[in-house]
């Protein structure tokens, strides 16, 4: 499927990002945590959907934003209405070794081929700097097929084929207070295959941190499994 043809370039993606969605609760902070604790300068958030977790991030970093369904981009532009923030529409005009901290979250999981994630990856080595940190997340490749308080996807715990990579799956975002839930495919990759396609790349590995699942208002929170995956890569 191309991106054009996706959901996330899709107008439906703007019913996603006006929910009351659990993740910002319980991922988006955790995220915002760690680009304040780096206080980088240079900012990028590629793929940055409604750039929520820039509203978290202390005022003083310059960011850029950058997602390939441009009206979104745009409506996430303005509503962050921060004039430190800047969009670039065109990733060919992100200025190479630049960038002292990128976020990367949940682009991947949204990728069938793996030729465009080494891509990605690979534009992204060239827009870092040296010593500058990339934060990977998506959502736990391990555990898919558990429910949690903001997920639950269309694998079957009995029946989840953990090592065929690319496989697409429904994800259906679960909102409290029993409003509707909302749903899109994503596609799974194995925990190797981010790590190695990462070093492949040209990025060093330098922590990984398991995001445990919590209770959200009336939505139940699952303790025995971690639902969010965060890679730090130099």
Known sequence: MSFENSYWNSSSVFDLYSADNPERVLIQPIIAGIVNELKPEHLLDFGCGDAYVERL?????????????????????????????????????????????????????????????????????????????????NSHPCFLQYEFAAFKTSFDKDRFSYLEQGSPYNVTIKQPNQKPPISFIDYHWTFSFWVNKAIECGFELEEIIEVPDKSYENLDGNNLFPPFLILKFK
């Open 57 to 137: 991030i202390d005022c003083e970093v310059k960011i850029s934003l950058f997602d390939k369904n441009v009206p979104a981009l745009m409506q996430a532009h303005k509503l962050l209405d921060n004039p430190n923030c800047s969009i670039i529409i065109d990733e060919d005009l992100l200025p190479g070794n630049f960038y002292d901290c990128i976020i990367l979250s949940f682009v991947l999981v949204c990728i069938e081929q793996e030729e465009e994630q080494e891509k990605i990856l690979k534009k992204l080595k060239e827009v870092k700097t040296e010593s500058g940190t990339l934060i990977v997340v």
